[in-house]
């Protein structure tokens, strides 16, 4: 794919963006884990969240383009469970965006500005049913830290994660 890839910082009014990316990305990796009817109310969630979420925490958060276009996202901070690593909290593109290279593009920024913020490591949790995204973070340089979790969103319907993690040379 050519084009012109950028990533950026977030801002206060990328609330918008934020959440179409997020709700089309759940929307189309993520149906078949839940009941329509809580799906519906998390997409809606995944809509409207972001602008809250930049009002409180703006650092963290960044933006990949394709030749202008926003299409995913990076949310990251101090892990809240392991001293001293950084914690992805959430990675999200456009499915528009699936297969362009811009979610490659946007890993590599993070993982420089998770560095330069002078962390050495770095650790995700991911569904474990979620062959693509297993594969993406593989390609990405992490590896499967062996560490497994339940978490439910909601629902009452816990669902497995998986923990993958990237130390810096």
Request: no cysteine.
């Amino acid at each position: 794919m050519t084009g012109i890839f950028t990533v950026f910082p977030a801002s206060p009014g990328d609330g918008e963006t934020l959440g179409e990316i997020h709700a089309e990305s759940w929307k189309a990796a993520y149906a078949g884990f839940f009941s329509p009817d809580f799906f519906d109310q998390a997409v809606r969630h995944r809509r409207g969240k972001w602008h809250d979420v930049l009002a409180e925490t703006p650092a963290g958060l960044v933006l990949a383009a394709l030749d202008g276009r926003r299409l995913a996202f990076a949310h990251f901070g101090p892990s809240p469970s392991r001293a001293g690593a950084a914690e992805l909290r959430g990675f999200y593109g456009h499915p528009d965006g699936w297969g362009t290279g811009v979610a490659a593009a946007l890993m590599t920024d993070t993982l420089r500005r998770i560095r330069d913020d002078g962390f050495t490591r770095v650790h995700l949790w991911t569904l474990r049913d979620t062959p693509r995204a297993r594969r993406f973070y593989a390609k990405s340089g992490f590896t499967e830290s062996g560490a497994a979790r339940t978490h439910d969103y909601g629902d009452g319907n816990p669902v497995e994660q998986v923990e993958y993690e990237l130390s810096f040379p």
